[in-house]
């Protein structure tokens, strides 16, 4: 039988990463990388199609969301790790994720469905609903709605990008909730409008896994 595509895990936890890494050992399959932050994993990565496991809840720049989006567009596969949230798991779906794992899963089942994943036919994308952000309406805006609460202006130093062009990556991604009849006229309710569209973690769920 085939052996599948190559296996990477991107986890905060080495303790987590590493069990995993067992699991899968013991099921026949070995992991090509190890990485405990996005950035770190990005480096190593030769964007070859892959199978990526990885933690629902890396706090980074780059969400959960565009994470998986980005993974699917260039022909790999999201596995995702982490506390089940029904809002980000079904964005998780939307934008192309193969299987939402929880901690609490046995390792063995975790291992097997990983292997599935990479011996198997990659489930295609639905359709996705609007409002539909782009990949950079996306980034600006769940960093603007982040804890940090930035401006425009250090959301323009931030992403290497003009104080005008972060401004109209917002203005466009609001856009497209007042066009479908949400109110984000103020920087809680459009945190509010990503959160409900799972494109944003709830900052509450940040503090409850006691992440920051």
């Known amino acids: 039988m085939a052996r599948g595509r190559e296996i990477y895990i991107v986890h905060s936890s080495p303790v987590v990463a590493h069990a995993i890494e067992d699991s899968l050992r013991a099921a026949g399959r070995s992991v090509s990388h190890i990485a405990y932050s996005w950035v770190q994993f990005v480096s190593r990565w030769d964007f070859s199609a892959a199978v990526v496991v990885f933690d629902a809840y890396l706090d980074d720049h780059v969400p959960l969301s565009l994470k998986v989006r980005a993974l699917y567009d260039v022909g790999s596969s999201a596995v995702v790790i982490g506390e089940l949230d029904e809002r980000l798991w079904r964005r998780t779906m939307i934008e192309g994720g193969q299987r939402w794992l929880t901690p609490a899963s046995e390792p063995d089942a975790v291992a097997a469905e990983i292997v599935a994943v990479a011996s198997g036919e ?91």
Request: proline residues 3%; glycine residues 6%; aromatic residues 6%.
């Open 122 to 212: 990659r489930a295609a994308r639905p359709e996705r609903a609007e409002p539909h952000l782009t990949d950079r309406e996306l980034q600006i805006m769940a960093a603007y709605t982040s804890r940090r609460a930035p401006t425009a202006k250090s959301l323009a130093r931030s992403f290497g990008i003009s104080i005008d062009t972060a401004r109209s990556h917002l203005r466009s991604g609001r856009r497209k909730y007042e066009n479908a009849g949400i109110d984000v006229g103020s920087r809680a309710r459009l945190q509010q409008a990503m959160i409900a569209d799972g494109y944003i973690v709830d900052i509450d769920r940040w503090s409850a896994l006691a992440r920051w």
